[in-house]
């Protein structure tokens, strides 16, 4: 029975690496600040937005900046900041009611990946209003187009905003399920980097932890291309650069930008190539004991990485030597030169 299984389970992973030149995959259009969002908003015209974040984001003031440039334009909005660590149906269905309550036609998410995850899940209702969540998960079952979503990631690590994954818990089973769909890509992502300097260090390890995760099992997957190969490198080498930096400052906004890049660059990696049994556990752990993702991908990595054994050996050499192999010629790094502004401590 097993051996059946695995004969599937690949032919569907060598099914998906045959189409995937085809499909629909895209990459949101990138903005270096919150403030960017006015002209993109006026251009699109949308008359209400419902920012969607946490109960620890809203308290350190990270909305504040989108509420600012909502009221310059004005646009009506709301708020949902009740998103927990590993967003539940209940938290999509409240925010959803909230979504239809205040008449938004704008999803606006700001925070790590939970944030970002609940917005997808409450677009797909969106789109989907009579469909249960649990009937919009697994792959491709998302083809309608959702409400605009602007994502801004807070913590450098998840990629969300440029996946088409979004994976919510069910509280009452205890489990976790993907919604993997390609209207799911935000159309647009904010990457600044001053948002993620008020970030604890616990966050900062764990959330590039999982970036690192992304990258790893991107690059030693059996769906890996020269493009996300060249990009799990990259995201790799920035990591080991500037983890570290973030986490004894987190106001070094040189480390804050390459992370927050290497996220990006990671996540891009993995949505084409998959990720592994890490995330399987991950997302397990996650979903039986409320588990923060990162923690648990930090956690488990050496030891399925272990278990691969001598069959992974080469790759994990690469990977432990990235800027020597990863592709030349990409800009892999922020200058301090370039940085679009400085963190206010």
Same mark, same amino acid.
């Given at each position: 029975?097993?051996?059946?299984?695995?004969?599937v389970?690949r032919?569907?992973?060598l099914?998906?690496?045959?189409?995937?030149p085809?499909?629909?995959?895209?990459?949101?259009?990138i903005?270096? @600040?919150v403030?960017?969002l006015e002209?993109v908003l006026?251009a699109?015209?949308e008359a209400?937005?419902?920012?969607v974040?946490?109960?620890?984001?809203? $308290? &350190?003031?990270?909305?504040?900046?989108?509420?600012?440039?909502l009221q $310059?334009?004005?646009? &009506?909005?709301?708020? %949902?900041?009740?998103?927990?660590?590993?967003?539940?149906v209940?938290? +999509? #269905? /409240?925010a959803?009611q909230m979504?239809?309550?205040?008449?938004?036609?704008?999803?606006?998410?700001?925070?790590?990946?939970?944030?970002?995850?609940c917005?997808?899940?409450?677009g797909a209702?969106?789109? %989907?209003? $009579?469909?249960?969540? *649990?009937k919009l998960a697994?792959?491709?079952?998302?083809r309608?187009k959702?409400p605009?979503?602007?994502?801004?990631?807070?913590?450098?690590?998840?990629?969300s905003?440029?996946?088409?994954?979004a +994976?919510?818990?069910?509280g /009452?089973?205890?489990?976790?399920?993907?919604m993997?769909?390609?209207?799911?890509?935000a /159309?647009?992502?904010?990457?600044?980097?001053?948002l993620?300097?008020?970030?604890?260090?616990?966050?900062?390890?764990?959330t590039?932890?999982?970036?690192l995760?992304?990258?790893?099992?991107?690059?030693?997957?059996r @769906?890996?291309?020269?493009?996300? &190969?060249?990009?799990?490198? #990259?995201?790799?080498?920035l990591?080991?650069e *500037?983890?570290?930096? !973030?986490y004894?400052d987190?106001y070094?906004?040189?480390?804050?930008?390459n992370?927050?890049?290497a @996220?990006?660059k990671?996540g891009?990696?993995?949505?084409?190539?998959?990720?592994g049994? +890490?995330h !399987?556990?991950?997302?397990?752990? =996650? =979903?039986? %004991?409320?588990?923060?993702? =990162?923690?648990a991908?930090?956690?488990l990595?050496?030891?399925?990485?272990e278990?691969y054994?001598?069959?992974?050996? $080469?790759?994990y050499?690469?990977?432990?030597?990235?800027?020597?192999?990863?592709?030349?010629?990409? !800009?892999?790094?922020? !200058?301090?030169? *370039?940085l679009?502004?400085p963190?206010?401590?």
């Amino acid at each position: 029975m097993f051996i059946l299984k695995k004969i599937v389970c690949r032919a569907v992973q060598l099914a998906f690496r045959a189409v995937l030149p085809v499909l629909p995959y895209r990459e949101p259009r990138i903005l270096s @600040s919150v403030d960017a969002l006015e002209k993109v908003l006026l251009a699109r015209g949308e008359a209400s937005a419902l920012i969607v974040t946490s109960a620890g984001s809203a $308290k &350190r003031g990270m909305i504040a900046p989108i509420e600012e440039v909502l009221q $310059k334009v004005g646009i &009506r909005y709301a708020i %949902y900041d009740k998103t927990r660590p590993n967003p539940t149906v209940a938290n +999509v #269905e /409240q925010a959803l009611q909230m979504y239809h309550e205040n008449g938004c036609d704008t999803l606006i998410a700001i925070g790590g990946g939970s944030a970002l995850d609940c917005a997808k899940a409450i677009g797909a209702r969106v789109a %989907y209003p $009579k469909r249960a969540l *649990n009937k919009l998960a697994g792959v491709l079952r998302v083809r309608r187009k959702i409400p605009t979503l602007v994502a801004i990631p807070t913590t450098a690590g998840t990629g969300s905003e440029v996946t088409p994954v979004a +994976v919510i818990t069910d509280g /009452q089973a205890r489990h976790k399920y993907a919604m993997m769909s390609f209207p799911l890509i935000a /159309q647009y992502a904010v990457l600044d980097a001053a948002l993620t300097c008020t970030m604890p260090p616990h966050l900062t390890a764990t959330t590039g932890m999982d970036a690192l995760t992304h990258a790893v099992e991107a690059y030693i997957g059996r @769906s890996t291309n020269r493009k996300t &190969r060249g990009l799990a490198l #990259e995201a790799t080498a920035l990591i080991f650069e *500037n983890i570290e930096r !973030a986490y004894a400052d987190g106001y070094d906004l040189v480390a804050r930008e390459n992370m927050l890049l290497a @996220s990006y660059k990671a996540g891009i990696a993995f949505c084409i190539s998959y990720v592994g049994y +890490v995330h !399987a556990l991950a997302h397990a752990l =996650g =979903g039986e %004991y409320d588990t923060p993702h =990162g923690l648990a991908n930090a956690v488990l990595l050496p030891h399925v990485l272990e278990g691969y054994g001598k069959a992974a050996h $080469k790759s994990y050499t690469v990977l432990a030597l990235p800027q020597a192999f990863a592709a030349k010629g990409r !800009a892999t790094r922020v !200058a301090p030169e *370039n940085l679009s502004k400085p963190c206010v401590r």
